[in-house]
Every structure is written in structure tokens, then in C-alpha cells.
């Protein structure tokens, strides 16, 4: 169960289009080679896709941060908040709701956030997991976007998905770096609009 290296830009599959604004190859290319991969990680049979390397080097996280600036721009030209999933998805979030000029909230681990707040509950391979969000972190009808680094299963960005609409808050997309399609987490996304930056098999 090895993902295989990263195809070339091109045609995207299904949820994974590119946006109308300019991708040019050399910045994609530039994100992509900071992207390292680790066989074998957590269990054996996986390909960990690592994105520490991006994180430190300042002028491909900044390539980053354009390139998913110019396609929210592009598909979303009004978004109320970035939402954020615990913990990458921290890291992605609050410099490109900046760059939007809105606000970032965050979904957490159950039991990190103070005050009251919503949680659901979600199935993991061995498990169950809980995400939570405060309350009062958006409010009806407003439109989020929902940030994270990478989609495997997609079960917790699902369960993201189901407390934005708890709070009757309008999910317009889940936005992710990476996508390992092998796992078909976008399909248990169903229609929500759904955009990855970079796929691997």
C-alpha cells in the first residue's frame, strides 16, 4: 500500500480542479519539492508525506500561501472565515485567512478549548476520535472555508464538516495540501466542495 511519486500538474481529478486563477509549473513545483516522503511511517505499508521541509523554508511556504490565496480568490470571492483543524491545519490557516483579510477559528481535539462548545464524535480504523469548536465561533449563514494540511480517510475533515453545519455555519470548501487519493477521502465528502494543492497514489 506505497503511494507512488506525485503526478505532474495537469487535468486534476474529480475535486481536485485547479482554480481559473495562473498555477504556474515552477510554483507548484516549488511546494511539491519540499514535500519529502517516508515509507513505512506509522505502519508498515505507508508512505508518510512530510511537509516539515516547506514549513522551513520561507519562500516555498510563502509560494504556498499565494498559490491558495489566488484560488480562493478565484472560487470564493466572499468567505466570512478560515477554520482550521487541529494541528496542521494551524499552520496553514491563520496566514491565509491574513492574506484574505478575514478571521481564523479553530477545530480541536476534544477537551482544549475553554468555554462552551460543540463536539462530535467520529470513527477512526481503531476507535473513535472527538473534534470540538467554541460556540460561539461562527455564526448561521456565515461562509467557511475549512483548511488542513492533508486528506487521507477524510473522516475528520467530515466530522469538521458536520459542525460547521451544527452551527449552521456554510461549509464552501475543504481545502487541503496534500491529497492521497489511494484512501478516496474525498468521496466521503459527498458534495461538499472539496480542493487539494498536490495528489499522491
Given at each position: 500500500?506505497r503511494?507512488?511519486e506525485?503526478?505532474?500538474?495537469?487535468?486534476?481529478?474529480c475535486?481536485?480542479?485547479?482554480?481559473?486563477?495562473?498555477?504556474?509549473?515552477e510554483?507548484?513545483?516549488r511546494?511539491?519539492?519540499?514535500?519529502?516522503?517516508?515509507?513505512?511511517?506509522?505502519?508498515?505499508?505507508?508512505?508518510?508525506?512530510?511537509?516539515?521541509?516547506?514549513?522551513?523554508?520561507?519562500?516555498?511556504?510563502?509560494?504556498?500561501?499565494?498559490l491558495?490565496?489566488?484560488?480562493?480568490?478565484?472560487?470564493?470571492?466572499?468567505?466570512?472565515?478560515?477554520?482550521?483543524?487541529?494541528?496542521?491545519?494551524?499552520?496553514?490557516?491563520?496566514?491565509?485567512?491574513?492574506?484574505?483579510?478575514?478571521?481564523?477559528?479553530?477545530?480541536?481535539?476534544?477537551?482544549?478549548?475553554?468555554g462552551?462548545?460543540?463536539?462530535?464524535?467520529?470513527?477512526?480504523?481503531?476507535?473513535?476520535?472527538?473534534?470540538?469548536?467554541?460556540?460561539?465561533?461562527?455564526?448561521?449563514?456565515?461562509?467557511?472555508?475549512?483548511?488542513?494540511?492533508?486528506?487521507?480517510?477524510?473522516g475528520?475533515?467530515?466530522?469538521?464538516?458536520?459542525?460547521?453545519?451544527?452551527?449552521?455555519?456554510?461549509?464552501?470548501?475543504?481545502?487541503?495540501?496534500?491529497?492521497?487519493?489511494?484512501?478516496?477521502?474525498?468521496?466521503?465528502?459527498?458534495?461538499?466542495?472539496?480542493?487539494?494543492?498536490?495528489?499522491?497514489?
Amino acid at each position: 500500500m506505497r503511494s507512488a511519486e506525485p503526478r505532474p500538474p495537469g487535468p486534476a481529478p474529480c475535486g481536485a480542479a485547479q482554480s481559473g486563477a495562473a498555477m504556474s509549473e515552477e510554483q507548484l513545483r516549488r511546494v511539491r519539492d519540499r514535500v519529502r516522503s517516508f515509507p513505512d511511517f506509522p505502519v508498515p505499508g505507508v508512505r508518510f508525506r512530510d511537509i516539515s521541509p516547506l514549513l522551513k523554508d520561507p519562500a516555498a511556504f510563502r509560494t504556498l500561501i499565494d498559490l491558495l490565496e489566488d484560488h480562493l480568490r478565484v472560487s470564493h470571492p466572499k468567505i466570512d472565515f478560515i477554520a482550521g483543524l487541529d494541528s496542521r491545519g494551524f499552520l496553514i490557516g491563520p496566514p491565509l485567512a491574513q492574506r484574505l483579510g478575514i478571521g481564523f477559528v479553530l477545530i480541536r481535539k476534544k477537551g482544549k478549548l475553554p468555554g462552551p462548545t460543540e463536539s462530535i464524535s467520529y470513527a477512526l480504523e481503531y476507535g473513535k476520535a472527538e473534534l470540538e469548536i467554541q460556540s460561539d465561533a461562527v455564526e448561521a449563514g456565515q461562509k467557511v472555508v475549512i483548511v488542513d494540511d492533508l486528506l487521507a480517510t477524510g473522516g475528520t475533515m467530515f466530522a469538521a464538516c458536520e459542525l460547521m453545519k451544527r452551527l449552521k455555519a456554510e461549509v464552501l470548501e475543504c481545502l487541503v495540501v496534500i491529497e492521497l487519493k489511494l484512501f478516496k477521502g474525498s468521496e466521503k465528502l459527498k458534495s461538499i466542495p472539496f480542493y487539494s494543492l498536490l495528489q499522491y497514489d
